[in-house]
């Protein structure tokens, strides 16, 4: 899943940034054992150290890997600090030079970033957006993927069978015309944020009592869905349970949430300097979407497994890396 940041969490960590003054001390050498596939044929990195980043979640533990990963194939040295807490310490790795990129949604950048309260509801234009704005900051920013890790609603199958909605308009007709059928699992803070709850029931025309609505920790959102406890609860799109529960996710069908697509974010100099990086990474991020990050994100929260071994596996399947 991905972390949600407040504004005052967001201040907090803005100073531990402030105060740590040099940044990042830690990391390893990725040492991969992987040629060119698809991707890095020629070794057009070669000779470039660079360093990737990434958030401490599953999703972007991975996501952290496949950048090094593909880079290693194009000749790169490459050092992995992926891991760091919370966004505005990797955010602030790039920009200050500790690290050369990382993969960052557009929403994140967009409303935690750049400070705008309303997202922009075409994914590409928000790119764009965020893109302008970020390259007067030494901040460059990839074409994104399909992959959007925002909010949703999802119930199980039976409750599907049961109601037939497939849409968050049909939710909102079925709070209307049964108010007893829908209940929901929420997290505390989906529940009173302005672009959750309380937005989408405007958004939307509901007006869901109270008492149908139960907050939890997000874990226990997606068994309590699972098993039937509530209707529907609150998902991220691209996490792995969807897929290993068989939830069915109700879309957003008048794009009220924020587009969450995630994208290379690459500091600006390394880019000038290694303008390479732009086309070894495109057909990476071209082939990420929700299907791929869930099924990646089960392999880990669900089976198990290391997140570089996930990434470095989906590398290889996709032809994009061959083992050297």
């Avoid at 972390?3 to 390893?28: F, I, Y």
């Avoid at 968050?168 to 929420?186: G, H, I, K, M, Y």
């Amino acid at each position: 899943m991905r972390r949600r940041t407040g504004p005052a969490a967001l201040l907090a960590a803005a100073v531990l940034v402030a105060a740590a003054g040099c940044g990042l001390t830690s990391g390893s050498p990725m040492a991969d054992d992987v040629k060119p596939g698809t991707i890095g044929k020629g070794l057009p990195l070669k000779g470039a150290d660079l360093t990737v980043t990434s958030k401490e979640f599953t999703e972007q533990l991975v996501l952290g890997a496949i950048m090094g990963i593909a880079f290693e194939a194009a000749g790169a040295q490459v050092l992995d600090r992926t891991g760091i807490q919370g966004s505005v310490g990797t955010r602030a790795a790039v920009e200050n030079g500790d690290a050369d990129g990382t993969y960052e949604y557009t929403g994140t950048a967009w409303i935690t970033y750049q400070g705008n309260s309303k997202p922009i509801p075409d994914p590409q234009q928000q790119w764009r957006a965020v893109r302008e704005a970020d390259a007067k900051k030494g901040i460059s920013w990839l074409p994104p993927s399909t992959l959007n890790n925002t909010y949703a609603l999802a119930m199980n199958q039976a409750n599907y069978r049961k109601y037939h909605t497939t849409t968050l308009s049909q939710v909102a007709e079925l709070a209307r015309s049964d108010p007893a059928a829908v209940t929901l699992c929420v997290e505390g803070e989906f529940a009173n944020r302005a672009d959750g709850l309380p937005g989408m029931e405007k958004a939307y025309g509901m007006n869901i009592p109270a008492k149908n609505i139960t907050q939890m920790d997000t874990g226990i959102i997606y068994t309590q869905t699972a098993k039937g406890a509530c209707t529907y609860g609150e998902v991220f799109t691209t996490d792995g349970r969807i897929k290993s529960m068989n939830l069915v996710v109700m879309r957003d069908d008048r794009k009220f949430f924020p587009n969450y697509n995630a994208a290379p974010m690459i500091r600006t100099d390394t880019l000038k300097k290694w303008p390479a990086i732009a086309s070894v990474l495109d057909p990476v991020t071209r082939a990420l979407n929700n299907d791929v990050a869930q099924t990646l994100n089960a392999k880990v929260d669900v089976d198990g497994q290391d997140p570089h071994q996930v990434a470095l596996d989906w590398m290889e399947e996709k032809g994009f890396v061959k083992k050297g």
